[in-house]
């Protein structure tokens, strides 16, 4: 399928200045709940996919002695294991340690924008059985999608490697996720208790 409609771009275009891989879907569910069929979907769109389109992408490259840019969006979940979003964030670890070896390999400029909590729909639009989600992500004070698309422009218009697109106070968590993984989780779960880790799974997987 990929190479079929990569076909038909090639024929007309001449050349691909910058591919922006923005597809992606979220997976909700409590761990003992898990649809392994759901997670290999997921894994399906966020991962494979996405590497499917980027090397029809550089070969094209390759074959016609060109280059251009690459654009990824990953998460800042890559920093921050959430409960009942786990599946997500691995899809999203593994697509940046891909896209930072295709980097080195390929030596093409590659931005990974890593949102935090955007107004996406990505919630009402997730994977999870039956009608019980919740459209409306009401736990994080979130950052519109207008703002985090201008800030994803601004990196990809500037080469960065990676950015990480969230409002001030997420930032701060982001930095201790980076630089001291284990300390953020073991704060974490002494913070996330119930009733606490109750009122997430309310608001994320509307469970009452």
């Known amino acids: ?85 786990q599946h997500y964030s691995v899809t999203k670890k593994a697509l940046n340690a891909a896209y930072n070896a295709l980097r080195i390999e390929h030596k093409v400029p590659i931005t990974l924008i890593c949102p935090g909590p955007v107004y996406t729909g990505i919630y009402a639009n997730s994977f999870i059985k039956g009608e019980n989600r919740n459209p409306d992500h009401a736990l994080f004070f979130n950052m519109t999608s207008e703002r985090c698309a201008e800030l994803s422009l601004v990196a990809i218009a500037n080469q960065f490697s990676e950015v990480w697109v969230s409002k001030q106070y997420y930032l701060f968590l982001i930095y201790i996720g980076k630089i001291a993984p284990l300390t953020l989780n073991k704060v974490a779960t002494l913070i996330m208790r119930e009733p606490l880790l109750e009122r997430v799974r309310t608001v994320i997987l509307k469970d009452h």
């Open 1 to 85: 399928m990929i190479e079929t409609k990569f076909e038909e771009i090639k024929k007309r275009f001449s050349n691909i200045d910058l591919l922006i891989n923005n597809a992606g879907r979220l997976y909700l569910s409590k761990f003992l709940e898990d649809d392994q069929e759901d997670i290999e979907k997921l894994f399906q769109l966020n991962y494979f996919a996405n590497l499917n389109v980027t090397r029809e992408v550089i070969r094209f490259w390759k074959q016609t002695n060109q280059t251009g840019q690459i654009a990824v969006t990953s998460s800042t979940a890559v920093y921050m294991e959430y409960p009942f979003i």
